[in-house]
């Protein structure tokens, strides 16, 4: 069976893999480029491991109370060099990307504090944290204030209006670095780099945390290179490498990241504590995999976004962009696209192939939400997946691929899908 053959019986129609190679031809300087970044962080990440001594005894299982638990401090250091930072807290413990966001936010805040978003509206679920939707334990019944000031029109920092929301009771800046739920773009690391020096050199002294989910190792600098003192995600995405099962990360300045560790286990505990239940192996070789798994992810999504593009679907990132981070929206603009999407990139999984994905209420999202993935950790998004609120312009975003061929597979059925339904005609 030649490889049209073998698509076939994956599903896909001659028409829509002809289409699919006719695209793939213009991107191959791309790819160069996203593989010269894979290997860069690749180098970065065995450096980070090899000086300080990564050995198998660090794959030990702790359990209880896990005082002096050295594989886990061994990878926090490991952490901490790959981030360039003075410390890191990365535990199964933190439960998501929310929950390492929370414990950041809130351990560096206090009553009367305010935090500014200088960013426009953070992630969905951040909403709830911060108090902007109200919610039980929220920054805000806990007295933390909270400013916004929204990008200009043409996606540009409103450095006027940053200015003037900077006041006394201001302590804590959070940048997203990733478009999350919104049609803004991305910001790359350097631009993140100028909005840091730039606010504190209207107030000095100011703590500045970056929301780095789905940003690690696409570029080879990262926030904490730029002078972010905390620099937060989730391991279930890109630096778990798709093995992590669980947790987060938090790295930066050792003032912030201890209180972190404080506020994450308890007053007096911090960081001595925390066992970790077998999960380090996974842990240790989904960061050294990390950048070769963040590649293929990108070539998913700059080969999504061209294949989508040219069906004259509004694509962010466009074709042509460069990338930060490894989503890609597309907008659909109607609820039943989204679903025929959905199905495709259901259709191309390794497990639950078979399944329906349905639109559903979320907690921390404020409209239904339709999500396709058929992972092996559940939930998690470096794997192959798609997800979107229902709501205008109905865009779904796009994400994942442990390799770079199941994310080529997932999106040529999706677009097969779509075919089929008459929602979008090939050229
Ligand atoms: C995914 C994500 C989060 C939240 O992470 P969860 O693991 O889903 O809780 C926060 N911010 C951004 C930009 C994200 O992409």
Redesign the pocket.
Same mark, same amino acid.
């Given at each position: 069976m030649n490889l049209s053959d073998m698509y076939l019986s994956l599903g896909l129609s001659p028409a829509v893999y002809r289409y699919g190679e006719g695209i793939l031809e213009d991107l191959r300087a791309r790819f160069d480029t996203v593989d010269a970044v894979a290997e860069y962080n690749q180098a970065k990440v065995l450096a980070a491991m090899q000086q300080n001594r990564v050995s198998a005894a660090c794959f030990a299982a702790t359990t209880g109370y896990g005082y002096d638990d050295m594989g886990r401090d061994t990878l926090e250091k490991v952490y901490a060099d790959v981030f360039h930072t003075e410390a890191a807290l990365v535990r199964p413990q933190i439960t =998501?990307?929310?929950?390492?966001?929370a414990v950041a936010l809130s351990a560096n805040l206090l009553p009367g504090d305010e935090l500014l978003s200088p960013v426009g509206a953070? @992630?969905d679920?951040?909403e709830e944290v911060i108090g902007i939707r109200p919610s039980q334990c929220s920054l805000r019944e806990y007295g933390v204030g909270y400013r916004q000031v929204d990008l200009l029109p043409d996606g540009t920092f409103d450095y006027d209006g940053i200015r003037a929301a900077i006041n006394d009771h201001t302590k804590l800046v959070t940048i997203?670095? $990733? #478009? /999350?739920y919104a049609t803004r773009p991305t910001f790359s690391v350097r631009q993140i780099g100028e909005l840091i020096a730039f606010i504190k050199s209207v107030k000095p002294g100011l703590n500045v945390m970056v929301?780095n =989910? @789905?940003g690690e190792f696409v570029e080879t600098m990262e926030p904490s290179d730029v002078g972010a003192d905390m620099t937060v995600g $989730?391991l279930? #995405?890109n630096p778990g490498g798709g093995l992590a099962p669980i947790g /987060?990360y938090i790295v930066g300045r050792a003032e912030c990241v201890s209180r972190c560790a404080y506020r994450l286990s308890a007053p007096g505990l911090g960081q001595e504590v925390g066992a970790n239940l077998g999960l380090l192996p996974a842990l240790y070789q989904g960061l050294f995999l990390a950048p070769t798994v963040v590649a293929g992810a990108l070539k998913g999504a700059i080969f999504a976004a061209n294949i989508y593009e040219r069906l004259g679907f509004r694509v962010v990132p466009d074709g042509r962009e460069p990338r930060h981070d490894i989503?890609q929206a597309v907008e659909l603009g109607s609820a039943e696209a989204m679903s025929a999407f959905c199905h495709g990139i259901q259709a191309a999984a390794p497990v639950d192939s078979y399944v329906m994905p349905e639109p559903w209420a979320m907690p /921390?999202y404020d409209a239904e939400v339709i999500m396709a993935a058929g992972a092996f950790v559940q /939930?998690s $998004?470096i794997e192959l997946s798609a997800d979107g609120p229902i709501r205008p312009p109905y865009a779904v975003y796009f994400q994942g691929g442990l390799t770079w061929y199941h994310a080529k597979l997932g999106i040529l059925l999706s677009l097969q899908k779509l075919v089929e339904k008459g929602l979008a005609t090939l050229p």
């Open positions: =998501c990307g929310t929950h390492a966001l953070p @992630y679920t951040l997203q670095r $990733s #478009k /999350g929301d =989910c @789905y $989730s279930i #995405k /987060g989503i /921390g /939930g $998004s």
